[in-house]
């Protein structure tokens, strides 16, 4: 007897491992996604996926990653990491192709909406930190809730709690030029993490940090995976790509490689090393 003429409740037994649902829609969907900068021949195709074999037009990028993943995107410099990652955080819009972000059409939103999902649904860590200057750690944090509307007795509690999180709760009164990089970056985490956000996007978050420091913010990703937290993380060292459940690589906006390290349910390849930091 055909299966699908079987009644519902009688589908098959549960899979052994943990119960994965089926019908959970990948995070991230992109679909020939393509971008390019300037015109005629002075255009750069900086996300374009392969040629046409007949047309020689760039077909675009197809892309889906599944919550709970954790995904290295390395490549060279000019590969297209930065304008793939500023798609994915709606910091930019594609050329052309197709985002859906949680199951939203992104290309469909309005400056004003962009920032709503910016705001709701996505983390963000860049390589230069992005404090603000003259502003302390407490204010940094609490900023992202203050766009978000949260009120300030409910602002301060979370941003206190963040920072604590990444170990920083002793300086939440010092301004970034009192802080090292690696503590200025683990502000930019606890920044990113304070709205529990379903995504970390993280370009190059250690390319300015010196081993340890590395090691530091790595942990912290890494807890944030652990989690449940969907992290995609931008970078061209091997030593940091190793944290990844899947890498990635670009070459001149193709990804020319995708491999698994590690499962999506469980724990980061890392993350029996992880510790937050003191
Ligand atoms: N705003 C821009 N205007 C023109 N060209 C750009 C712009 N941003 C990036 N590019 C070009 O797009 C390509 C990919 O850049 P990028 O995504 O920054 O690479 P990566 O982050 O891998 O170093 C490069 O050739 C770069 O010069
Ligand atoms: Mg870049």
Known sequence: MPRRSLPAHAARPAPPGPARPEAVP????????????GHGDATVHALRGPYDPDT???LGVDLDIEQGDYVAVMGSSGSGKSTLMNILGCLDVPTGGRY????????HLDEQQLSLVRNRKIGFVFQS??????????????????YAGVRAGERRRRAL??????GLAGRSGHRPNQLSGGQQQRVAVAR????????????????NLDSRSTEEVLALIDGLNATGRTVVLI???????RHAKRVLRLVDGVIVSDVRQAPVDGPPPAADRAEVPA
């Open 26 to 37: 990948p995070v991230i969907r992109i679909r020939r996604l393509t971008k390019s900068y």
């Open 56 to 58: 020689g037009a760039p």
């Open 100 to 107: 859906l972000l949680d199951g939203i059409d992104v290309g």
């Open 129 to 146: 930190f992005n404090l603000v200057p003259r502003t302390t750690a407490l204010a940094q944090v609490e900023l992202p809730l203050a």
């Open 161 to 166: 709690a963040a920072l604590s999180l990444v």
């Open 192 to 207: 990113a993490l304070v709205t529990a956000p379903a995504m970390l996007l993280a370009d190059e978050p250690t390319g």
């Open 235 to 241: 970078t061209h060292e091997d030593e940091v790509a």
